[in-house]
């Protein structure tokens, strides 16, 4: 069955911390991976992720696919208060139904940074 | 562009009540998603469209639900009768291609309570 598990659900650290947060999978057909970041309202979009052992980076942020071993890992390095927030990783899953496919989330790692 | 717009951003209603969900997505994106999110179950996709047509509805949880998309810039998600057990964020999301090739644009979300 296809699906997609995070960990850990939830994680506290202080400021300046570095975190990594994870994110595998199990897909018929893998496309690409993405990551979200969801403070108070919608899920804005963070990385998409297609190659292996090719690293995505955006300030303190990054990440980076392993195709091999089927997950993907989110770095936040010198966290600040404004991180907190869930971590969602997204897997289009094809869609038994139709021909298309449809985004699929994790649970999510809700991480709360403590100044 | 001002993004995926939804309204109500909030609905108190009761047991038995209709509910109407509304979004327009963002000018020119292909793909219209209805997303729900919960504590127990996260971020569940209801049902997607392609240039207005349903593709899979395969996520809708019963027959009290339904969606439509008369045309590109309109959608709305209906629940009649609504029950408590379908209190959540109800989000709705564009996209300009395929899920598995860029990102979701999120609206705010309508928070949904049944009493």
């Known amino acids: 069955e296809d699906k997609v598990v995070q960990s850990p659900l939830s994680l506290v650290v202080h400021e300046g911390d570095t975190v990594t947060l994870n994110c595998s999978y199990e897909?018929?057909?893998?496309?690409?991976l993405l990551w979200y970041k969801q403070e108070k309202k919608a899920p804005t979009f963070l990385f998409m992720l297609t190659s292996s052992g090719i690293e995505k980076k955006s300030g303190r942020l990054s990440s980076i696919l392993d195709k091999k071993e089927l997950f993907s890992i989110l770095n936040i390095t010198a966290t600040q208060t404004g991180d907190s927030a869930i971590y969602l990783c997204?897997?289009?899953?094809?869609?038994?139904?139709?021909?298309?496919?449809?985004?699929?989330f994790g649970e999510g790692t809700q991480l709360t940074v403590n100044p | 562009d001002a993004g995926v717009i939804q309204s109500p951003r909030h609905e108190v209603t009761e047991m038995g009540q209709e509910v109407t969900l509304r979004c327009k997505p963002i000018s020119g994106h292909d793909y219209l998603f209805w997303y729900r999110q919960t504590m127990m179950r996260g971020l569940e996709l209801l049902i997607y469209?392609?240039?207005?047509?349903?593709?899979?509805d395969s996520g809708m949880p019963e027959d009290r639900f339904s969606a439509k998309m008369p045309n590109a810039s309109f959608s709305t998600l209906k629940i009649q009768p609504s029950e408590p057990r379908d209190s959540a964020v109800y989000f709705c999301a564009s996209s300009l291609g395929t899920v598995a090739s860029g990102e979701l644009f999120f609206g705010e979300g309508s928070r949904l309570t049944v009493l």
């Open positions: 897909v018929t057909n893998f496309r690409s």
């Open positions: 997204a897997v289009p899953l094809s869609s038994k139904e139709t021909s298309g496919s449809r985004l699929t």
């Open positions: 469209f392609n240039n207005n047509v349903p593709i899979d």
